[in-house]
């Protein structure tokens, strides 16, 4: 693993107007990582041979530098969807490893 998340700083619950049993939890918290991760363009096929349409293609993706890091912190997001949550949910808890927030459904 390359990191832990210290804190929850946010969570909030997201519903579907049109569908009641679709929501999302969304939480916001504080990791720390090991090592740092950068994001990076990388080319996504060989281009011995120029593409027919034209267009050349990167990804997007996150890169792992080469030394180890301590004590680097940042801000992460995560959105989890339920397609259909129990009916006995009366909330949602998000546990790190410093704390953890509750929110009521």
């Not at 180890?68 to 808890?93: H, N, S």
Request: glycine share 4%.
């Amino acid at each position: 693993m390359n990191g832990i998340i210290k804190f929850v700083k946010n969570i909030q619950i997201i519903r579907e107007n049109t569908n009641p049993d679709l929501f999302a939890v969304k939480a916001t918290g504080v990791a720390e990582l090991q090592r740092m991760l950068a994001p990076v363009l990388v080319s996504s096929r060989n281009y011995e041979n120029a593409p027919k349409d034209g267009v050349y293609e990167l990804d997007f993706v996150l890169g792992a530098a080469q030394d180890e890091m301590t004590e680097v912190e940042m801000e992460v997001d995560v959105v989890f969807r339920f397609k259909k949550i129990p009916k006995w949910v009366k909330a949602i808890k998000v546990n790190a490893t410093e704390n953890s927030d509750i929110e009521i459904v």
